[in-house]
């Protein structure tokens, strides 16, 4: 099976430390997001587990540790999202340029084949338009080329707790002549640059514009790097084409803070009040004298429950 490190948080960035003492350990728990009651035991030894990808925005926590998880015969994937915005939407995140360099080192260690970058979500701003984008994205794919050959971007979609923020001017999504205008400009640019753009869950065509409807990590994907896959039962989302993984994370425990972001449901002193132990079986929380745990191993292992968020 694929674990999956994670949709629901960013793991790398925060829960580096957890995230190494579960896979020493051999395993973790997973609380369902849906069922709360329900624990899942995920078995994370090598002889079950057939790659980990890391989702990340800031790799740089799980740099000293890609030797160690190596050893344990572990294949480490990452999906890295790195976006030309400031912190005014994306307050905790780090210097876009030390995660590129970041990113350089990963891909010295483990190649360029297996970090995709996302550009994601494509949003406007007062200050953020067509142009912005263009030359942000020229210059981020100069960066990116050191350490991947794959781009992968989809649009802001507008639901739940960002409509608040739509309505308050922080952004807003782009109309059908800014999408054509982007996906004009972005194909030509990664072209360029040798990167190969894909969109994820989009439901406009843009293989007009030579881009091509992917997942982050796909059939495809796995079929080039020979890591065994499964297809999703059911995809996570409309238009999902991800192969199917077990996620590990939990919701509402990224510091990131990203003002588009579905992770993150509850208020931000919320996130900042709860506790966090390197030595948990579970990520937050612990285990109730109610909860059920039930044990996922294998590749007929069954799928946690997904939050139906709109956006990874």
Not at 110 to 120: L, N, S, V
Not at 237 to 260: F, M, P, Q, W
Request: net charge neutral; charged share 30%; hydrophobic share 35%.
């Amino acid at each position: 099976m694929i674990i999956c490190a994670s949709r629901r948080t960013d793991i790398p960035a925060f829960h580096s430390r957890w995230m190494m003492a579960r896979l020493r350990a051999g395993y973790c728990l997973v609380r369902n997001p849906v069922s709360r009651s329900t624990l899942h035991r995920v078995d994370l030894t090598r002889r079950n587990v057939d790659c980990i990808e890391f989702v990340t925005k800031d790799p740089r926590p799980m740099i000293p540790y890609l030797r160690e998880i190596g050893a344990m015969g572990h294949v480490s994937l990452f999906q890295v999202t790195l976006t030309p915005y400031g912190r005014d939407l994306e307050p905790g995140v780090p210097f876009k340029a030390d995660i590129s360099d970041a990113c350089e080192e990963i891909a010295g260690r483990i190649g360029k084949d297996r970090i995709a970058w996302r550009y994601d979500p494509v949003l406007f701003t007062h200050s953020i338009g067509s142009d912005y984008h263009a030359r942000k994205f020229d210059m981020l794919c100069r960066e990116a080329s050191r350490w991947t050959d794959r781009c992968v971007f989809s649009f802001v979609d507008i639901y739940g707790k960002l409509v608040g923020a739509v309505a308050n001017g922080v952004f807003r999504a782009p109309t059908t002549a800014e999408m054509e205008e982007f996906c004009r400009m972005a194909a030509r640019t990664a072209g360029e640059y040798g990167i190969t753009l894909s969109t994820c869950c989009e439901t406009m065509d843009t293989t007009r514009f030579g881009i091509e409807p992917r997942g982050c990590f796909d059939a495809a994907a796995m079929r080039a790097l020979d890591i065994p896959y499964e297809a999703q039962d059911v995809p996570l989302r409309a238009g999902c084409r991800c192969v199917k993984s077990i996620d590990i994370g939990e919701y509402d425990t990224c510091a990131h803070g990203c003002v588009y972001c579905y992770a993150n449901r509850s208020d931000p002193s919320v996130r900042r009040s709860r506790l966090y132990c390197e030595d948990s079986e579970l990520l937050w929380g612990a285990v109730m004298p109610r909860d059920r745990i039930v044990d996922l191993r294998g590749r007929d292992a069954g799928r946690i429950d997904e939050f139906r968020h709109p956006s990874h």
